[in-house]
């Protein structure tokens, strides 16, 4: 009999061969009746696994599932786990359902799969084989798939790649997966550097393996990383070299042809070379009309055309394209879709960049209307609730649209088009705060900043001319504050809650775990298209969606109830109202000049103890290049073009507000900065006209800095909050000072190959003057700890720094935009002989600065670029300085460029003494004082030498 059942398998086998798939599902169904009337349990498990399979390779995935569950639970109900058969069929099995659960969009159903998979294959092949490799390779995809990337590709450095022998021919085809999964995890990471390191390797294995379709994917992402870093030249010759290897196989692989035609087309359209773009955008959409397979990949063939006409202004083709796009999705999906959703977007878009706002809200409410299964108004002032939409970032994205385009409607209620402003705030803080990596908030925070907050700040601004409505100046600062240093915020939030609160550990850990699963879930439920998902895969999301939602409201009731100061620091969070901030003025004698800079326009608020104003001027065509300019004129010591530029930039930036600064008695300015205003050091502005060929001294130039001292902070509420804090840590210290010089005359200090990798040189080079510096400072205290050369580590500031009340580091600074968290500051080496770059212990990255707890009344880094960082939407400027304001500091001074090493001693000894001499001053008034002084008595006065040293508290 037994014979007979093997029989009926190798004929399935046979017409698996010959494409006949029906034919072979009827014989292994034949064969699993056969053995289970002959009571042959084990065959029976192995013909379910070969069926099984044959429903994952045909995309019957729920009978897959129930197949294969089926053969597990026979296993289980006969103990047959020690069956010599069944041993190493178990593995697959567990695998199999693993990665079924994870492409339905279920990954974390996966999870017990994988695990038992990994347990059973480290029992039969041991740690360093391929079986356990391919193990951790599923768990790697269901991490990714959870949105869970670091653990990804922890997963598959540690466990996948280092695992297995890259001489073994056999681990090939796991090696060339493994490194694609790499690539796309550290391009969702946006590590391109890497992802290219990674893909190069693979597309090295694949072209000496021969494997073609391999050199197509990798070429194709390959592709994708340099046209998301801009180097758009690469981008097409890469994906040029997927075409022709594509071109090369026969058949021809069209399902991978599209792909790349699209992104050869999407990489054109932004290159703006408008024709190549529909052309290749075109290729695309013959091959998936030929194809007939997926509707929704022809509807996104015909919105990418659509897209490429749109941004060449042939608005009415466009419409047409869109409009053949929404009809075919209709077909497929029905009205109540995300599919359908986007493509009234499109088109609603469209009437927008055309300026028929009336007919552009038309199809952004019938969008609403189709994101939700229960919305059916159209009613403009309406919107649907966002815990039904398909998709969260969908509904934002419309929202904004439309409150847009309601703000250039005139005949309508001025209130309906702010609370479309609102409701559009208040869902970008909702979606932003339930993300839960900081890449991610990011990610939005760049896409939705640069639409809502500009658009919203113009329409409150005109009203607010038009009415004079007080209450439009409050919600000017609102907004405002907002869009500045959310992450910031929410940590030093998130920290006080947990230090000041007493809360048990044990609580906090259940609380983040229960966050981490309605995150992940609620990002799930979001982010897939749920009409192409099984009824039961969504079923399952929902059910245990709310069921962690109800345990997350529990804990906070009880939280509430046990633990008061924690639920009001934790759950009761706010941005500082324009009353709390006079208030702060008052107590600190300063006027707040709070920024926001547009594509357009410049939004003033302008806060004292006294006046709360709110102003808006126009931006001149090229203002960038202004700021540009004028920067550059500094650093290149270029005086015509710096008093050109200077003069300028002081008519946009104070000179409107200067009617509110003549009746102020306050000279102290607190500049709160927007974007490229980063690198502006306002006290270099002249507040009056010069001749730029005037032979008159810089010293003699009208710098702001003879009328005002001037600071600067991230944000009015940061600077508020930040100051609460540290009045809350009421930290007791021994006074005095710490003075650290690493980089003294003598050896140079190595540079850690990590950062020679993104430019620096081998070595950090001496600072002729630093000693001297530190020294000089030393003497006006009686407190003084001076560490220099060899006994200034990194270990010793950090053991010192808590003692002092003034820490000052005289050394190098570095900062490296494609990844903020590896700048930092250097100190001296723990073990010098390690100079082939392999020892990082001496430097104090900028991510490491995040875990002290510091609380000096100054922190002086008379260091390069440490106050230069990356300006992100809805952040701010992700530097060296920020995170030393979240780890405790109140008061920093930093340097806006690479600043002339003895100036900066120079003015740093003069500051440090106003400071001793005059115990109450504030740390800005000493250094502009400290400026002063030298711009009176050196004999280097260019505002190169002296306005890189700014104030930052």
């Not at 035609?261 to 190549?276: C, F, V």
């Not at 998130?494 to 309605?518: H, Q, R, T, V």
């Not at 806006?896 to 800005?924: F, N």
């Amino acid at each position: 009999m037994r014979e007979e059942i093997l029989r009926l398998v190798q004929l399935a086998h046979m017409y698996i061969k010959r494409g006949d798939l029906d034919l072979a599902e009827q014989y292994y169904h034949d064969a699993y009746r056969a053995s289970w009337q002959s009571n042959d349990i084990v065959i029976s498990v192995n013909v379910l696994v070969d069926l099984g399979i044959l429903y994952r390779e045909t995309g019957r995935v729920q009978e897959a599932i129930q197949t294969l569950t089926d053969a597990l639970n026979l296993i289980d109900m006969y103990k047959l786990s020690e069956e010599i058969p069944v041993i190493h069929a178990l593995p697959v099995i567990l695998k199999t359902l693993a990665t079924l659960y994870i492409n339905s969009g279920v990954p974390e159903e996966g999870e017990q799969f994988v695990s038992d998979a990994i347990r059973r294959d480290l029992e039969l092949y041991g740690e360093k084989s391929i079986e356990l490799a391919e193990d951790h390779h599923i768990l790697s995809t269901m991490y990714f798939r959870m949105n869970q990337f670091d653990k990804a590709k922890e997963i598959l450095i540690n466990k996948v790649l280092n695992d297995v022998d890259s001489g073994n021919a056999a681990a090939v085809p796991l090696f060339l997966s493994a490194f694609m999964s790499l690539g796309n995890v550290l391009v969702s990471l946006n590590k391109f550097s890497e992802a290219e390191d990674y893909c190069l390797r693979g597309l090295q294995l694949a072209e000496k393996y021969v494997d073609t379709i391999a050199v197509i994917m990798y070429n194709n992402l390959l592709g994708i990383i340099y046209k998301e870093t801009g180097q758009f030249e690469q981008s097409v010759y890469y994906l040029r070299k997927a075409e022709n290897s594509a071109m090369s196989m026969t058949p021809l692989p069209l399902t991978k042809l599209a792909p790349i035609y699209n992104q050869i087309g999407e990489t054109n359209r932004l290159m703006r070379d408008y024709s190549a773009a529909i052309r290749y955008f075109e290729k695309a959409l013959e091959i998936d009309l030929d194809l007939g397979i997926n509707p929704g990949d022809v509807a996104s063939d015909y919105n990418n055309i659509a897209v490429t006409y749109r941004n060449m202004g042939n608005y009415s083709e466009s419409i047409n394209l869109q409009k053949l796009a929404l009809k075919i999705d209709l077909d497929h999906f029905g009205e109540k879709s995300l599919s359908v959703a986007n493509d009234y977007w499109n088109i609603g878009h469209n009437y927008f960049a055309d300026q028929q706002f009336r007919i552009a809200v038309e199809y952004l409410q019938q969008s609403l209307i189709s994101l939700s299964p229960v919305f059916n108004s159209t009613d403009h002032a309406r919107n649907p609730d966002p815990e039904t939409c398909f998709s969260k970032t969908v509904l934002l994205k419309v929202m904004i649209m439309k409150a847009i385009c309601l703000s250039y409607l005139e005949d309508l209620p001025a209130k309906d088009t702010l609370n479309s402003f609102d409701e559009a705030l208040k869902l970008y803080e909702t979606i932003r705060d339930e993300l839960s990596y900081e890449s991610d908030k990011v990610q939005i925070m760049n896409n939705i900043t640069e639409n809502l907050f500009p658009n919203a700040l113009a329409f409150i601004y005109g009203q607010y001319e038009v009415s004079g409505n007080e209450l439009l100046k409050h919600k000017a600062f609102e907004y405002l504050e907002k869009c500045k240093n959310y992450l910031l915020l929410s940590m030093i939030w998130d920290s006080d809650a947990m230090e000041f609160s007493g809360i048990p550990a044990d609580e906090l850990s259940l609380e983040k775990e229960l966050e981490f699963n309605i995150n992940n879930l609620r990002k799930q439920l979001s982010g897939i298209p749920l009409n192409n998902l099984t009824e039961n895969c969504i079923t399952s999301l929902k059910e245990k969606y709310h069921e962690a939602i109800e345990q997350k409201s529990l804990l906070i009731k009880d939280f509430e109830k046990k633990y008061p100061e924690y639920f009001r620091l934790k759950y009761g969070r706010s941005y500082s109202t324009p009353g709390q901030i006079r208030e702060r003025c008052e107590k600190e004698e300063v006027i707040v000049l709070n920024y926001f800079l547009s594509d357009q326009s410049i939004h003033i608020i302008y806060i004292s103890a006294a006046l709360f104003e709110y102003k808006q001027i126009s931006l001149p065509t090229g203002f960038s290049e202004m700021v540009k300019n004028f920067t550059l004129s500094i650093n290149q010591v270029e005086k015509k073009k710096f008093i050109q530029n200077s003069y300028a930039l002081y008519r946009y930036l104070i000179l409107l507000v200067k009617p509110f600064l003549d009746k102020e008695k306050c000279r102290n300015l607190r500049i709160l900065p927007h974007g490229i205003l980063f690198n502006v050091p306002f006290e270099t502005l002249l507040d009056s006209p010069v001749e730029e060929n005037s032979d008159t001294g810089y010293k003699d130039l009208p710098f702001l800095l003879k009328r005002y001292s001037v600071s600067y902070h991230f944000s009015a509420t940061l600077w508020d909050q930040v100051r609460q804090r540290g009045d809350r840590k009421g930290y007791k210290r021994e006074g005095g000072l710490l003075a650290m010089a690493p980089c003294c005359p003598g050896n140079p200090i190595p540079v850690p190959a990590e950062l020679q990798e993104h430019g620096l040189d081998q070595t950090f080079k001496p600072l002729a003057h630093s000693a001297g510096e530190v020294d000089g400072i030393a003497r006006y205290f009686k407190n003084a700890k001076v560490l220099t050369f060899k006994e200034a580590t990194k270990t010793r500031f950090i053991e010192l720094m808590q003692y002092y009340d003034y820490v000052h580091i005289a050394t190098h600074g570095f900062f490296i935009k494609e990844n903020p968290n590896l700048s930092g500051i250097v100190f001296f080496p723990e073990n010098y002989s390690l100079t082939d770059g392999s020892d990082s212990s001496h430097i104090l990255y900028n991510g490491e600065v995040y875990n002290l707890s510091m609380s000096p009344r100054l922190l002086g880094l008379s260091a390069c670029d440490t106050g230069v960082g990356e300006f992100q939407k809805g952040e701010g400027l992700m530097s060296v300085s920020r995170a030393f304001i979240y780890s405790g500091c109140n008061d920093l001074v930093v340097s806006l460029w690479s600043i002339d090493d003895l100036s900066s001693s120079q003015l740093m000894e003069t500051m440090y003494r106003i400071l001793s001499e005059e115990p109450g001053i504030s740390v800005g008034i000493a250094l502009t004082r400290a400026k002063l002084e030298f711009l009176m008595t050196a004999k280097m006065t260019a505002p190169f030498f002296w306005s890189g040293l700014v104030h930052i508290g």
